[in-house]
């Protein structure tokens, strides 16, 4: 009864009778368009993501390689060799390039609230207002894609202004749907989205934004959600750590849906990430 109960406290936010029947505690925004419900521009977001990208690149062990061959015929060979460094190092090594770049580093950590079980917590340093806090990793599904086994009883699916769907469930069906889908759009040497996400040690440490816990009348929501489209133009070999991929084969020049997680106010550290998972926008 008490995991039960655990279960629905989580559930319920994707559960439409309840939802029907709770409208007054949603929290309202008024916008003019779903285009003006951001708190930064899209660029800056890119520009965020784009600096801490290429820093991670320059440190992980692939790099060295690929740069060799960044400028020549894309080999049909694998990585692995040059992949020999142990993960958990891997994970610290970006945790420290985080809190060098963003001045904060987040890890997932047991959340403060009692029976949330995991939550996003600021474990370095201060994260500054309207700073990209972390990103919602999963597979993208269209209006009408097949979502409704992946999503029986999952409680990390998340909708998108424009009724894309993004299935950040590391577990499970969706985890084996995800790596399936990632191995497929991998482009010789360069790997078109991470992986890393689904395990304990990301190589991108944004991407636990899945993990942060919905907010409370004693912990107010500190995280908004923002969607932007990752350009088609952006970096080859960067992409390695977008942790999104399309669950329908894309087209080479479609853009990639990215949900990153802005700072409503300063967060210090030690503090555990909330935003709100009830929002209606106007």
């Not at 800056?44 to 020549?72: C, G």
């Not at 990793?137 to 998108?160: A, K």
């Not at 950040?168 to 360069?190: E, Q, T, V």
């Not at 040690?201 to 816990?213: C, D, E, F, H, I």
Request: hydrophobic content about 40%; charged content about 20%.
């Amino acid at each position: 009864m008490k995991s039960l109960r655990k279960w629905w406290r989580q559930y319920r936010y994707r559960f439409v009778p309840w939802l029907a029947l709770n409208l007054r505690n949603r929290s309202v925004r008024a916008v003019d368009g779903s285009t003006d419900d951001k708190l930064i521009p899209d660029n800056d977001v890119l520009v965020s993501l784009e600096t801490l990208f290429k820093a991670l690149f320059d440190v992980h062990p692939q790099s060295q390689y690929l740069r060799e061959h960044m400028k020549k015929p894309v080999p049909d060979v694998s990585l692995k060799e040059h992949q020999a460094a142990p993960v958990d190092m891997i994970h610290k090594r970006s945790l420290c390039l985080m809190r060098q770049i963003s001045g904060f580093c987040i890890e997932r950590k047991p959340s403060k609230i009692p029976g949330c079980g995991t939550g996003v917590i600021v474990t370095k340093g201060t994260v500054p207002k309207h700073a990209i806090v972390a990103m919602y990793p999963g597979l993208i599904y269209y209006p009408y894609d097949p979502v409704l086994l992946q999503s029986v009883g999952n409680p990390f699916i998340f909708r998108c202004v424009d009724g894309l769907f993004i299935d950040g469930n590391d577990k499970g069906l969706s985890k084996f749907l995800y790596r399936s889908c990632a191995g497929r759009d991998r482009l010789g040497p360069f790997d078109l989205c991470d992986k890393t996400w689904l395990t304990v040690y990301p190589k991108n440490p944004l991407a636990v934004g899945q993990y942060v816990n919905n907010h409370n009348k004693d912990f107010p929501a500190n995280v908004c959600y923002q969607e932007c489209n990752l350009p088609t133009e952006f970096a080859l070999h960067l992409r390695q750590y977008v942790p999104n991929v399309f669950y329908r084969t894309p087209d080479m020049l479609q853009c990639v849906r990215m949900v990153a997680l802005v700072s409503l106010r300063e967060i210090a550290q030690g503090e555990e990430l909330f935003s709100s998972y009830f929002t209606m926008i106007h």
